[in-house]
């Protein structure tokens, strides 16, 4: 980076970049904490940044805040260092000016970006660029634009490693026109979606690898104990995940060649006594996509399993790192492909990416794919085109949802993914009590995957036992920066009915982006618990506008989802008190 600090304008400018993007798009904590520390600092007020105003100003604390009993300040920088990392990694890998939370601080500084050949240059031969530990938050991450310092005996594999990238752009062009011309003259659309990862940036198609997933490394570089613990558990983690392919032997015991979408988890002794290092690698490119170094405290038996959970469920899932790089990459292919697909889905519901991504997995299906990630992403995919009206597949049925989560649960008797579409299934549309079984069975196969702790915390805020839920879905929440609106909302429910009405109001503004009627009335009732009238009319119009038949009788959607009756009369009447009107 250039030593010379940027100018305002050119500061605000990068910092509206950031706020506007894809990565910050899904974390609303993460922009109203960088918006407040940016401005804060150029308005000569760094020396208010401390954890007490951040807590106050920011997460709305009040004056008995604890910061030692109250983690929020320290996880939510952790979370805004993370995503900085990855914005600078991908979508701001060319911005002019770069915004650094340094560790250790909440004063934000400023970086005009360097030439590329400066890149190169600084930090330890023959070491990664690794930042300083992070006192804060426990973390250990990539100092943005760094990277190894070059080895002359690398540089010829570089300009291979160049070389064949463009020709796999020249080939990823010359398919994409090739799809256009087909579709320009009257070739039918969706007739064979063998092309469709290409059309998403992927090396081969559907067809060339029906079943494939990352593959996921593990090995302990040390042998001290806290380190084989770590291992130990990460490996226990790892091996409940439906999205990976874990290999079982450690990196050095294999002679497997290292595939494009080959990942190793390195665990070491960390940079202080006691502490222990993870890593996440990119084994083909050496790239390093999460480092966290571990406390003793954090790696202690009462405390590691949450540790880790947090760790693997940030990296693993189809929201995760992992997915993330290869999509970035143009590396998916088969079931990876339609994994991010389903993902898109489920982070910005509509019938578009609805038909896009069970048209891929239909297609797996028909090339007789053997995963059972297939049939429960079909299940829930179908019953969602019969609950909300979505026209493909044109002969969807609660009974074929069915049917697909069944052979989901034969195909994999272990597997979360199956169990939790079977969960769903019950929750829309069959008993609760079975529902709630079946979720529970696929939060207990995997209890370190968040996404099943949050769809088990669901089920029983449904149920109505507010408090066992109300945990389990928090710590989902706080646990990961990008997660589904659903989760925001059921977390907002439980609060809601604990008479928790600020953190419920919490939980609420972070579905401002989601436009469903009952994410827009959790918006409602929470701007009346602040006292925000202002917003409160605007919700209100919004909703008997564009969701006319629910501003005219909410209870009768929630009694068609399942609400427990208390819960659908204290929503009903929390409506009420917030003015969506008389026709309530």
């Known amino acids: 980076?250039?030593?010379?600090?940027?100018?305002?304008?050119?500061?605000?400018?990068?910092?509206?970049?950031?706020?506007?993007?894809?990565?910050?798009?899904?974390?609303?904590?993460?922009?109203?904490?960088?918006?407040?520390?940016?401005?804060?600092?150029?308005?000569?007020?760094?020396?208010?940044?401390?954890?007490?105003?951040?807590?106050?100003?920011?997460?709305?604390?009040?004056?008995?805040?604890?910061?030692?009993?109250?983690?929020?300040?320290?996880?939510?920088?952790?979370?805004?260092?993370?995503?900085?990392?990855?914005?600078?990694?991908?979508?701001?890998?060319?911005?002019p000016i770069r915004i650094v939370i340094p560790r250790g601080s909440y004063v934000p500084t400023y970086e005009a970006a360097a030439l590329p050949e400066a890149r190169l240059s600084g930090g330890v031969p023959g070491e990664p660029a690794i930042g300083a530990s992070d006192t804060a938050h426990g973390e250990n991450l990539?100092?943005?634009?760094?990277?190894?310092?070059?080895?002359?005996?690398?540089?010829?594999?570089?300009?291979?490693?160049?070389?064949?990238?463009?020709?796999?752009?020249?080939?990823?062009?010359?398919?994409?026109?090739?799809?256009?011309?087909?579709?320009?003259?009257?070739?039918?659309?969706?007739?064979?979606?063998?092309?469709?990862?290409?059309?998403?940036?992927?090396?081969?198609?559907?067809?060339?690898?029906?079943?494939?997933?990352?593959?996921?490394?593990?090995?302990?570089?040390?042998?001290?104990?806290?380190?084989?613990?770590?291992?130990?558990?990460?490996?226990?983690?790892?091996?409940?995940?439906?999205?990976?392919?874990?290999?079982?032997?450690?990196?050095?015991?294999?002679?497997?060649?290292?595939?494009?979408?080959?990942?190793?988890?390195?665990?070491?002794?960390?940079?202080?006594?006691?502490?222990?290092?993870?890593?996440?690698?990119?084994?083909?490119?050496?790239?390093?996509?999460l480092s966290r170094v571990l406390s003793p405290e954090e790696v202690s038996p009462d405390a590691i399993d949450d540790q880790i959970a947090e760790i693997v469920s940030s990296a693993i899932p189809a929201s995760g790192k992992i997915y993330g790089y290869i999509e970035q990459n143009g590396l998916q292919r088969g079931l990876t492909t339609c994994l991010l697909l389903s993902g898109d889905y489920y982070m910005d519901q509509n019938a578009a990416k609805h038909r896009t991504a069970y048209q891929c997995m239909e297609q797996l299906s028909k090339r007789g794919a053997k995963s059972p990630i297939v049939y429960a992403e079909l299940a829930s995919l179908q019953l969602e085109a019969v609950t909300d009206n979505y026209s493909y597949p044109p002969n969807a049925s609660t009974e074929g949802a069915y049917a697909l989560a069944h052979s989901a649960v034969q195909m994999g008797s272990t597997s979360p993914y199956a169990h939790r579409a079977f969960g769903y299934l019950q929750s829309r549309v069959g008993d609760g009590t079975d529902s709630m079984r079946w979720t529970r069975k696929a939060y207990e196969l995997n209890t370190y995957d968040l996404t099943m702790a949050a769809s088990y915390g669901y089920a029983l805020v449904l149920s109505g036992a507010y408090s066992d839920g109300v945990p389990i879905m928090k710590r989902a929440v706080e646990s990961t920066s990008a997660h589904p609106g659903w989760w925001d909302y059921g977390l907002f429910l439980g609060e809601f009915m604990l008479g928790n009405r600020y953190a419920a109001a919490r939980a609420a503004t972070a579905l401002t982006a989601k436009k469903k009627p009952h994410y827009v009335a959790a918006r409602l009732i929470a701007a009346n618990f602040i006292g925000d009238s202002n917003l409160a009319l605007e919700l209100s119009k919004e909703l008997s506008a564009n969701y006319p038949a629910f501003a005219s009788d909410p209870a009768a959607t929630f009694t068609k989802g399942k609400y427990p009756a208390e819960l659908t009369r204290s929503l009903t009447k929390a409506l009420r008190a917030a003015g969506l009107g008389s026709q309530i």
């Open 1 to 95: 980076m250039v030593a010379s600090t940027p100018a305002a304008p050119a500061v605000r400018e990068a910092l509206e970049r950031l706020v506007a993007s894809e990565t910050f798009g899904r974390s609303d904590r993460a922009r109203k904490l960088l918006r407040y520390l940016v401005e804060r600092e150029l308005a000569g007020e760094a020396e208010r940044l401390k954890g007490f105003a951040i807590a106050v100003d920011v997460f709305g604390k009040d004056a008995e805040f604890d910061s030692a009993t109250d983690a929020v300040v320290r996880v939510q920088a952790g979370r805004l260092r993370e995503l900085l990392a990855q914005y600078y990694a991908a979508e701001g890998s060319t911005d």
């Open 142 to 289: 990539p100092q943005q634009g760094e990277e190894p310092q070059a080895d002359p005996a690398y540089s010829g594999t570089s300009v291979k490693r160049q070389l064949r990238f463009f020709w796999a752009a020249m080939a990823l062009v010359i398919v994409m026109l090739g799809i256009l011309v087909f579709r320009n003259f009257g070739g039918p659309i969706g007739a064979d979606f063998a092309g469709l990862a290409d059309f998403r940036g992927a090396t081969s198609s559907i067809g060339q690898a029906v079943d494939e997933l990352p593959a996921v490394h593990i090995h302990s570089v040390s042998e001290d104990g806290q380190t084989a613990r770590v291992a130990t558990v990460l490996r226990t983690a790892l091996s409940g995940f439906d999205t990976i392919d874990l290999i079982a032997r450690d990196k050095s015991e294999t002679t497997r060649r290292a595939d494009a979408t080959d990942f190793d988890f390195t665990v070491n002794a960390g940079p202080s006594s006691g502490s222990v290092l993870v890593e996440l690698q990119h084994m083909a490119s050496g790239r390093i996509l």
